[in-house]
């Protein structure tokens, strides 16, 4: 099965918002409420900042927030800073069972 | 604290298997399941599969079905990955990962381990 879809890389300024994609079908992402979202820092470990499509963990900004439309799943965030430069990897389940990601989106703070 | 430490770094030739541990403290083992998420240099996450660290049931990728087997020994709260028939596209840095919730692997994943890197040479 194909990644989700994602952007490759977005930018904004700082004290901007920006929004992340992440485009599947109704097999993974229309048809659940259980997309994930991850930030990556560059050699660093993948950590969770949305789950279930729009929760936040405790200790993630509420600058980071998540919704969806149909197929499609987004990240917002606002009020960009430099810290938030980093990879972004949607990940949904899906409807024959297990997990998957999205090929990820690189964010520039300009 | 809660955390995972993954065995270290392999060097493996083509047609090889390599197997990694995953060693979880600070929680409640058999409470969880434990993904497999693998991420080649330069690339993206990719998922391999999930086990549950109670009962040992496991659910892998399609494109992993047949050469990854997932493993775990309840008594040193240790998991294990072993993937087989290595080819230079499996060099990649292997991560476990704990999802933050209790008996269900779909909600989001919490806790990772270092990753260990793997390296398959022709």
């Known amino acids: 099965q194909s990644a989700l879809t994602q952007p490759a890389s977005v930018s904004g300024s700082p004290g901007q918002s920006i929004t992340i994609s992440c485009t599947g079908t109704?097999?993974?992402?229309?048809?659940?409420?259980?997309v994930s979202w991850y930030q990556q820092h560059p050699g660093k470990v993948p950590k969770l900042i949305i789950y279930e499509g729009t929760k936040r963990p405790s200790g993630v900004s509420d600058r980071f927030s998540g919704s969806k439309s149909d197929n499609t799943a987004s990240l917002t965030i606002s009020g960009l800073q430099a810290e938030d430069e980093a990879d972004y990897y949607c990940c949904s389940y899906i409807s024959t069972g297990g997990l998957l990601f999205g090929g990820g989106t690189t964010l520039t703070v300009l | 604290q809660v955390q995972l430490v993954q065995s270290g770094a392999e060097l493996k030739k083509s047609g090889a298997s390599v197997k990694v541990s995953c060693e979880a403290s600070?929680?409640?083992?058999?409470?969880?399941?434990l993904h497999w998420v693998r991420q080649a240099p330069g690339q993206g996450l990719e998922w391999m599969g999930w086990?549950?660290?109670?009962?040992?049931?496991?659910k892998y990728a399609q494109s992993f079905r047949g050469r990854v087997t997932l493993t775990l020994d309840t008594s040193i709260s240790t998991a294990y990955m072993e993937l087989s028939r290595l080819t230079s596209d499996d060099t990649a840095t292997y991560y476990c990962a704990r999802p933050w919730a209790v008996s269900t692997p779909v909600r989001g994943m919490d806790v990772w381990g270092q990753g260990t890197t793997v390296t398959v040479a022709s």
């Open positions: 109704s097999s993974d992402v229309g048809g659940y409420r259980l």
């Open positions: 600070g929680f409640n083992f058999i409470d969880y399941f």
């Open positions: 086990i549950n660290l109670n009962s040992g049931d496991s």
